[in-house]
Structures are given as structure tokens and as C-alpha cells.
């Protein structure tokens, strides 16, 4: 018993301590968001022929260093590029048409290049398509556990059962801030896996606390009969 109070003391100490420490990254730093959420800059090359993307790579590796870029092909045919970093500088660009003539063989001129501003994509409208859903989903989760274990008091099943699942977000969120994971394609994946495996131990714990219940209630009865 003193040991099991001790795991709780102590996993209810580093949920506390991760979410003090990850609102303060959040106050200090802001989330990291992936390149493609942030402010950037971008060029679109006509390549006239088609090219795989490994060998542009090569090519802003040695031009952008530690840059993030995102490079994609546009165009129907496949024939121009797309390069995407956080800023371009004039050098950057006459780099970037040399090389890309020198590969290529085209007859690109950094005059004719534009570079593109790019604004930040905010938070709220990465996860806005998909509050309503998780809301749903959330709510019909709510209703199922406070009717299958209405035994347990349904206020209490639907209460703390909405508070660890929002808890188990608030860490998680507090983890990518902290770690600095990237804001991007593999958040809502993240969240979705997180609220999965946290519905699941709810289920397993009020199934323990339903089964306990039902064996008292079966020696209360046995006890009536007597």
C-alpha cells in the first residue's frame, strides 16, 4: 500500500512538474512549428526538364547550410521546383541560380527570380478542422462510460474521465513544447494516439472498480440471504 502511494506521489510530481515546465517554454519560446507553419521564404524554378528532388537537396544543403527547406515539384509536368527556408538572402538566390544552371543546363537569371514571403500559419487554424470532431468524439466517449458504469456515479465517471482526458493533452502539449518537437503533419497523429491509449486505461481502470463493486455488492447480497 505505501509503495503504491508512493508511484502515485510520485507520477502525480512529474505530471505537475512537466506542466510548469512546458508553460514556461510555451511563455518563453512558443511552440516550434515545422517549417511549413512559419514564416518562410520561396522560389519557384523552371526547370524545363524533369529532376528528382534528392539532387536539388544536394544542392540547398550546400547553398542554405542549417537551413530547414522544403522542396516540392509544381506544375502538371513536373518541370519546376518549389524551395521553401526561412529567409533567402541575394547571395542565397545568385548561389542557388548558378548551381541550378550548372546541373540543369538552364539559363536562369537571379533578376528573374521572385522571392515569395510566405506568412506563419497561427495554431488555432491547424487544429480547427478538427475541434468538432474530437469534440464528438470526446462527448459520445463521456455519455458510453457514464451509461456502462452508471454504477460507478455517473457525475464522477464523466467528471474525472473529462478531466484526465483533457489532462493527458496538456501533458502531451507540455512534452512537444519542452522537446521542441515541430508543430506539424504528426501533431494531430500525436493527439489522437495519446487520447486512444488514455481512453483505453480509463476503460481498464473503471472496469477494475465496476468488477470490485460487483463482488461487493455480491457478498452484501449473500450476507442478506443468511
Do not use: W
Not at 24 to 45: C, H, P, S, W
Not at 66 to 78: A, D, H, S, T
Not at 128 to 157: S, T
Amino acid at each position: 500500500m505505501k509503495q503504491l502511494i508512493k508511484n502515485k506521489n510520485f507520477v502525480i510530481s512529474l505530471i505537475v512538474l512537466i506542466v510548469l515546465a512546458g508553460i514556461v517554454m510555451i511563455a518563453v519560446k512558443g511552440f516550434n512549428f515545422d517549417l511549413k507553419y512559419q514564416d518562410t521564404q520561396r522560389v519557384e524554378l523552371y526547370l524545363q526538364t524533369q529532376f528528382e528532388i534528392s539532387d536539388i537537396k544536394q544542392i540547398t544543403n550546400e547553398i542554405f547550410g542549417n537551413q530547414r527547406v522544403m522542396i516540392q515539384k509544381v506544375e502538371v509536368f513536373e518541370d519546376s521546383v518549389s524551395i521553401t527556408t526561412s529567409s533567402i538572402s541575394d547571395d542565397q538566390k545568385s548561389n542557388l541560380v548558378t548551381k541550378i544552371n550548372e546541373k540543369y543546363g538552364t539559363e536562369l537569371t537571379a533578376e528573374d527570380i521572385e522571392v515569395q514571403n510566405i506568412t506563419h500559419t497561427r495554431g488555432r487554424d491547424i487544429i480547427k478542422p478538427y475541434i468538432v470532431p474530437f469534440a464528438i468524439a470526446v462527448i459520445a466517449i463521456l455519455i458510453y462510460m457514464a451509461i456502462k458504469y452508471y454504477k460507478l456515479n455517473m457525475l464522477k465517471v464523466i467528471s474525472q474521465s473529462a478531466a484526465i482526458l483533457l489532462l493527458a493533452q496538456i501533458v502531451l502539449f507540455c512534452i512537444i513544447a519542452i522537446t521542441r518537437i515541430p508543430i506539424g503533419r504528426l501533431t494531430i497523429p500525436m493527439v489522437i494516439l495519446v487520447f486512444l491509449l488514455t481512453v483505453f486505461g480509463l476503460t481498464c481502470n473503471l472496469e477494475k472498480k465496476l468488477t470490485k463493486k460487483k463482488v461487493e455488492e455480491n457478498k452484501d447480497n449473500k450476507r442478506k440471504n443468511k
